[in-house]
């Protein structure tokens, strides 16, 4: 579907972005790839880094901000496909700075939506968060705002008009400011800070978290949610899968933060569907289409008091499994591989 087409990501420069672009390059032959974001210099280091234009001429560097309507107008002119990805992601920085975040996660989805429209796009997906899922901080709570605006903007385009809908994963494993990379870079100090010994979540490669949106191209129908199964871990495990030798000092959850994270809540196992790798969270109302009628009768209905949450999830790392998965696709910059885990493997509840 996406091979010889014209796509733009939004956040192109981020960690999911840049691997994303790639991706696309490798097995897609898109004509033009768009990269949308705003700081130069992210592009000056993918172009430089990741996609030089010598060798990949059909890449473009288009600086803009999704606050800005007339810009994503111009980006999105001629786009078939596109991939949503920026955000303000950091639930610190949102709970201080909320109307920053509301600009960016509300109105850039409002923005891009009728820029998407008017440009008479085919498809967009959006990245979502399990933090939208019931949330408790600003950040979750403007992503499950830019969930809503995403499913309802079907009707608004119409019955042949741009199809929308949503990705929703946990941590990415090594992405920009997330928690192994913090704790290789405390690891000289010999302690890290861990919030609670009980905190679960989940995590995704970001190969796989690309490999989840792609796909979701072909398997949307407008407005539907799309959670992938993906393995839990506790934040302590990954204390240990890090650095075995550190001390642990326990300081407390941070406000904003939840013990453990939700992907789909109760309220919403009556639309949800189970397949082999995923769910499907169904939009309430679909006035749009009629949906893949086969698509739809190859998931199982999920039973009234389902929930799929990082703390009854039936699959696990274990600190060998997670030192694997950072071993690579986050290895400790430092080069340090010199420590072995001193804990035992936990098998899947
Ligand atoms: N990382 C995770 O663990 C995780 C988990 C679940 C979901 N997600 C979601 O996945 C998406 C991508 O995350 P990521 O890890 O790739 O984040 P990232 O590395 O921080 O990248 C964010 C990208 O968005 C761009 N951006 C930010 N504000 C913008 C604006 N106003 N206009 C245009 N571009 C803007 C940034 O570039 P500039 O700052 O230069 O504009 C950057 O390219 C986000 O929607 C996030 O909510 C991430």
Redesign the pocket.
């Known amino acids: 579907m996406l091979d010889g087409s014209n796509i733009l990501i ?8 840049k691997k994303c672009a790639k991706s696309l390059l490798d097995r897609c032959q898109p004509n033009r790839l768009v990269i ?4 130069e210099q ?1 592009h000056v280091d993918m172009a430089r880094n990741v996609l030089p234009p010598a060798d990949y001429p059909q890449v473009r560097y288009f600086v ?4 800005d309507p007339q810009r994503l107008t111009t980006a999105l002119r001629g786009i078939d496909y596109v991939i949503h ?5 950091h639930v610190d920085i949102a709970e201080y700075n909320p109307q920053e975040c509301i600009r ?1 996660n509300i109105g ?1 989805a409002e923005n891009l939506i009728n820029a998407c429209i008017e440009a008479n796009v085919k498809k967009l997906v959006a ?4 933090k939208a899922a019931a949330p408790v901080n600003l950040y979750g709570a403007t ?1 499950l705002c830019s969930d809503k605006l995403f499913a309802a903007a079907n009707s608004l385009s119409g019955q042949h008009g741009t199809r929308f809908c949503a990705v929703r ?4 494993i090594g ?4 928690v192994i990379p913090f704790f290789q870079k405390k690891r000289h100090e010999g302690v890290l800070p861990v919030t609670s010994e009980q905190m679960t979540r989940f995590v995704i490669t970001l190969e796989q978290g690309v490999e989840f949106v792609l796909k979701s191209f072909e398997r949307m129908n407008g407005g539907e949610l799309f959670v992938p199964k993906i393995p839990s871990v506790s934040i302590i495990d990954i204390a240990r899968a890090v650095a075995p030798e550190c001390k642990i000092k326990v300081i407390g959850i941070r406000p904003g933060e939840k013990m453990h994270e939700c992907m789909v809540p109760q309220d919403e196992a009556r639309q949800t569907l189970e397949f082999d790798d995923h769910y499907v969270v169904q939009p309430s109302a679909r006035n749009w289409c009629k949906g893949d009628p086969d698509y739809v009768a190859a998931g199982k209905p999920c039973q009234p008091d389902f929930h799929y949450s990082s703390d009854n999830n039936s699959e696990w790392l274990s600190v060998d499994q997670l030192r694997d998965v950072i071993d690579r696709h986050c290895p400790d910059p430092s080069g340090r591989t010199d420590t072995k885990p001193a804990f035992k493997v936990r098998r899947a509840a």
């Open positions: 939004t956040g192109g420069t981020g960690s999911f972005g949308f974001s705003r700081d992210k803009g901000d999704v606050r990805a920026a955000a303000m992601k960016t850039g990245l979502s968060t399990d992503k994963y946990g941590n990415v992405s920009n400011g997330s």
